[in-house]
């Protein structure tokens, strides 16, 4: 091909080439330029002036010219992914052999290059709004050119992620500039190189908010891309914490109101706020303790049988699950109330099922706000005293030492509770006979079935619905409620309603004998006994006569008696009785049969076989 030349002159096919790249005796490389299309004869002169042509049977064929009509998107930066369309972008070649964004060739994506179209990522940003070429490279060299077709933008930067650290399901937002790159949305982020859980709807240029996904503890980047293909990186900006788990869940099963106790690690997934948990899909109903290891919640209702997961929900969005650990059982139910009315006292049957909910006792039984008195339980029925309340209808809630709670609403009425006006005397003694007046004072019942008085029971010796008479026990000094009690267990109370003062005490009684008439002296403290006065004295057994009395002493004479011991007993107007310590002995009466001397004189002493008299004068 040199034609006996040393080397080749120009090369034309109809107009000169633009550039001869490689000359051999066998083989000539030549860069065509522009013309028009159609055939042409190529033409070889070697620098002797020597030439060859082609003839009519070896034309070649100048194609139309290939053009890029359009890019888009026209602006971004690295990461982008950019179409390219035009006209014979393979410039009559097979494929495209590379594609260049200024003097810096980008990525072509898959085989899918065509006359068309070309699909490329830039991977390199460029300066900032400074336009460069785009130009498509074809295996046959033919190269297609826009001038200033491609605009860099700058990079997207992230300025703060919060939190920084987590893990499943943990919620965080990023924040920064220029994070959706000219697109539209955010299609992919990655912390430490994990895809997240969820892009959370309204991501901006701005600020996007994510949902962890599954991660190996440790430290990563966050990456950031939008449906333009372009990225932005934080180096090791998100650190997963080591995944939470739970370890234990007490009870397993149980119902609404039940306490359920859950210990674990990182349960709350680095974050402080209040969390949330779910047994078998139902929001725990109070959340009543939390930190990473433990956790303590009552359970919402439910109205069937369920079994399900054990879900946990920190405030950060980071969940943990422990499959299938919880099961909701048949739920409880209250079916009747006897009676379904009364006052406080009032003795309450209540019948259901699984009144224990999953647990093993009966804790606590609520009447409104009040809590009635457990006097037996299992768990169909349960018998308890009520509380005192103020009259109206209140809901029944029977509650197991689970916490699981059964409720009948509107279940029990309070009724008005009978009232004491008065009680007389308000102190006084064992015996003491108190009269008590007032309105429905039998409760709810028809019989009044006990009484006490600062807390000792006390004998019943009269009632109906306004007045009470009772006759006080023994007790020591103190101050307490009076109690009536009817046979429904209702109570009428007056609080701090009687006093039982110090009991009254005979001291000394002189003399210790003697017969009818005998003058006795009695002394001791409170021998009134919280009454006003002494009605009745006796001494062994026998009325005495009073002649004399304060609350101190009492001067009697004695009543005929037979030869007997036996105790000396004071009764007071209140009723309150007294007895001494010491008895009381009538002697024979005396038998005179001689009287010497026959008559008195001076200090003479006249005897009757040893008893003395009392002098006598004529």
Known sequence: MLMGSSTIQSVSFGVTVENISFISNTSIEVVLGNRASGSVQAKIVSNTGSFVESNASTLFTYLEPNAIASISPARGRQGTRVTIQGARL??????????????????????????????????????????????????????????????????????????????????????????????????????????????????????????????????????????????????????????????????TSGQAGTRVDIVGVGLLGGSKGVPKVYLS?????????????????????????????????????????????????????????????????????????????????????????????????????????????????????????????????????YLASGNISSISPITGQENTIVTIRGTRLLSDGDTLLAATLAGVKAKITFYNETQVILVAGASTARTGHVILISETGGKVIAENGFTYGTKGSIVHITPLLGTQGTEVSLYGTSLFGHGTQIVSVTLSGVQASIEKQDDNFVRVVAGAGSSQTGPVMLTADSGATILATQNWTYIQQPNVTVVNPFHWAGRNHCHNHGYQFKPWQR
């Open 281 to 413: 899909g139902v929001e725990a109903q109070t959340i009543l303790n939390f930190s990473e290891t433990s956790i303590s919640v009552v359970a919402g209702a439910l109205n069937v049988t369920k079994s399900g997961n054990v879900t946990i929900v920190a405030s950060s969005g980071a969940t943990v699950n422990l499959p299938g650990n919880w099961s909701y059982v048949v739920p409880g139910n209250i079916a009747r109330i006897v009676p379904a009315s009364g006052v406080g006292g009032t003795r309450i049957t209540i019948q259901g099922a699984n009144l224990y909910g999953g647990g093993s006792e009966i804790e606590t039984v609520y009447l409104g706000n009040v809590k009635a008195e457990i006097l037996f339980e299992n768990a169909s029925f349960v018998i308890v005293e009520a509380g005192i309340s103020s009259n109206g209808i209140v809901d029944v809630m029977v509650v197991a030492n689970t916490g699981a709670a059964v409720a009948l609403e509107n279940g029990f009425e």
């Open 90 to 251: 393979l410039g009559g070649g097979s494929h495209v052999e590379h594609v260049l964004i200024g003097g810096d060739k980008a990525k072509l994506v898959g085989n899918n290059a065509s006359n068309e179209k070309v699909i490329i990522d830039i991977l390199k940003t460029g300066i900032p709004n400074s336009p460069v070429d785009v130009t498509v490279v074809s295996d046959t060299g033919a190269r297609s050119i826009l001038v200033g077709g491609w605009n860099p933008i700058s990079d997207g930067n992230i300025t703060s992620i919060i939190p920084n650290e987590g893990s499943y399901g943990t919620i965080l937002q990023i924040n920064g500039t220029e994070l959706l790159g000219l697109g539209s949305k955010i299609i992919s982020v990655t912390l430490g190189g994990y895809e997240v859980l969820e892009i959370i709807e309204n991501s901006s240029n701005s600020s996007i908010s994510v949902a962890a996904g599954n991660g190996v503890a440790g430290v990563g980047d966050v990456v950031i891309k939008s449906d333009t293909g372009a990225e932005v990186v934080i180096v090791d900006g998100w650190t997963y914490l080591t995944p939470a788990s739970i370890s234990s869940v007490s009870p």
